[in-house]
């Protein structure tokens, strides 16, 4: 004779719970059950404040999830009928995704970096949801369904989601699993927003993008005019630099190749020239330092060489022929323009 079904269902529970606890010697490998891909047990620290502020709303509405399946699957396990074998793994796999989240929240075991990259408890939201949709639907349960604590859990992780992207774009993969959930809730508030209307007070996933983009400053238009519009600029920077050094070589041509001297009219309009280009440096560094799309080597180091050739160019009219002031002076003003053109394409 078979051995009875309970000795079975026993035997199988306990597999999977040696399953659970089993390590492989000398290698920190995490079995495959949600719950353990939660805390620092078996992976890295996660480290990133801005990434710790999405997962600790993310354990927080996760947990909240788990414990209503768990409930469910408690009051079913009791009927031969419902509490199929495939059930019973699930309530296993749920109950220990609830205990290592309740380890993190309780401080036993700090988050791990692979919580948020993980989407092994995504079926636990759709099972919910589905499992809510039903009693939604009867009107006799309708009033079991308690939704309050899965909003407040919803807003509060789309703040830390703002938050956390205002401060650091986030991961793609990390984004992509975060979107899931929401696009579960999304189909969720479709089949029973008529029956519960307070889901609406849950933010739209475009509506969080929104904010994030807003925050990052607004995308810069690409459109055919203003393409058209920066390639006109590009090259009237073009033609004027060249156009300049027609006029230097021309200058060169008809200088007497002599020093000047502190006396000459020419060598206090070129002090009057070097401050005023001074000062336009100054006016162009301070927007592209603070816009954050422009690296620093893109505008400290045209600065660094426009100021340095501007501030040698005044020394040079009285120790050196005059034509090389000029000349160092031409290639300070071509460099500061292209400088110039750099806000006018970026819009600053």
């Not at 992509?176 to 029956?195: D, K, P, T, Y």
Request: aromatic share 8%; with cysteine; proline share 5%.
């Amino acid at each position: 004779m078979g051995e009875p079904l309970s000795s079975s269902i026993s035997r199988a529970e306990n597999l999977r719970q040696r399953a659970v606890n089993w390590r492989i010697p000398g290698e920190r490998r995490s079995p495959d059950v949600t719950g353990l891909l939660v805390s620092d047990e078996f992976c890295p620290t996660l480290t990133d404040p801005h990434l710790l502020r999405i997962a600790r709303a993310l354990l927080d509405a996760e947990s909240n999830i788990l414990s209503a399946r768990i409930r469910a699957f408690n009051k079913t396990k009791a009927d031969p009928e419902a509490s199929t074998e495939a059930k019973r793994a699930t309530l296993c796999d749920a109950e220990a995704a609830y205990a290592k989240i309740e380890e993190v929240r309780k401080g036993t075991h700090r988050v791990g970096t692979y919580y948020l990259k993980s989407r092994r408890s995504l079926h636990f939201w759709t099972d919910q949801y589905n499992a809510w949709s039903y009693r939604l639907e009867d009107p006799g349960r309708r009033d079991s369904v308690k939704l309050d604590w899965h909003i407040i859990d919803m807003n509060t992780l789309g703040d830390a989601i703002v938050q956390a992207a205002t401060a650091s774009p986030l991961d793609a993969e990390i984004e992509q699993l975060l979107e899931e959930r929401w696009s579960r809730f999304a189909m969720f508030e479709q089949m029973v927003g008529g029956i519960v209307p307070k889901l609406e007070l849950v933010p739209k996933w475009d509506e969080i993008k929104k904010r994030t983009n807003a925050s990052h400053g607004s995308p810069r238009s690409t459109t055919p005019t203003a393409l058209h519009s920066q390639s006109t600029l590009i090259w009237l920077v073009l033609v004027t630099t060249v156009s300049n050094t027609i006029t230097f070589a021309l200058s060169y041509n008809y200088s007497t190749h002599e020093r000047g001297a502190w006396r000459d009219a020419d060598f206090w309009a070129l002090v009057q020239q070097a401050i005023t280009q001074l000062i336009g440096l100054a006016i162009t560094m301070v927007p592209l330092a603070k816009n954050p799309s422009v690296p620093p080597w893109a505008w400290q180091a045209p600065s660094l060489f426009i100021g340095l050739l501007t501030a040698v160019s005044i020394p040079l009219y009285l120790f050196a022929p005059t034509e090389w002031s000029s000349f160092t002076m031409l290639v300070g003003g071509a460099i500061q323009t292209f400088l110039t053109l750099q806000l006018a394409i970026l819009g600053v």
